[in-house]
């Protein structure tokens, strides 16, 4: 079973990195600089700049507030591996710009679930829809809920790559797991069947067919 990713927040023990993708222990400090290399001279220290430092990879995550500031992108979980190439597009171009724009990036990723309904058989126009029917061919029904909360379907519906005001980063994250969730239920659990079944030994698969055909 894949873990789940813990998107980073400011101040955890534990999250995994933004450099290394690990889930990983966290150690926090105040950043601080000084006028010499070696550290000595004038020093400048400002409580708004933290550093969390990777106990796996050691690389270093710089926050200004509550937000990521490097590295730019990735903060938030990768691609599943099965999307199709442009979905992937779509979601990348969302990781890269989630920590700037959550709501440049909740529209991408809005725009990719419609693109990935239509992938999955669907018309592609209207996601509650599309949503309803994948639920019929085995998308787990909270999914319908969860793209409720935030925004996707429902009386308070926001149109696939418009912008909603009301979009923030935790937003964000939730529809980065929608997208990977409706995949890996779709077309990576699918395949992973298909794949076990695929390397029975022929005789296996033919005592099956012969089963199946006297039922």
């Not at 020093?43 to 995550?61: D, E, G, M, R, W």
């Not at 990719?112 to 029904?141: M, R």
């Not at 925004?151 to 994250?173: E, F």
Request: charged share 20%; net charge negative; proline share 7%.
């Amino acid at each position: 079973m894949k873990a789940e990713y813990i998107s980073p927040q400011k101040g955890a023990n534990a999250f995994n990195c933004p450099n290394c993708h690990v889930y990983a222990q966290q150690s926090w400090f105040f950043m601080a600089g000084a006028s010499n290399s070696t550290g000595y001279g004038q020093t400048y220290q400002n409580k708004s700049f933290l550093i969390s430092s990777c106990a796996n990879c050691s690389s270093p995550t710089i926050w200004l507030g509550d937000k990521i500031i490097f590295p730019i992108h990735s903060a938030s979980e990768p691609p599943n591996i099965d999307l199709p190439e442009d979905i992937k597009q779509d979601y990348e171009e969302a990781r890269t710009i989630s920590n700037l724009s959550p709501r440049g990036a909740a529209a991408l990723l809005r725009l990719a679930i419609q693109k990935l309904c239509a992938h999955l058989g669907q018309p592609g126009k209207n996601i509650n829809s599309d949503i309803k029917a994948l639920v019929a061919e085995g998308l787990p029904p909270k999914v319908q809920e969860a793209l409720d909360s935030v925004r996707v379907i429902g009386n308070d519906a926001v149109h696939p790559g418009s912008i909603d005001l009301k979009d923030d980063l935790a937003t964000v994250n939730k529809l980065f797991k929608l997208v990977n969730f409706i995949a890996n239920k779709m077309i990576t659990e699918p395949r992973e069947i298909d794949e076990i079944y695929g390397s029975l030994p022929q005789e296996k698969l033919d005592g099956i067919s012969q089963r199946d055909e006297s039922n």
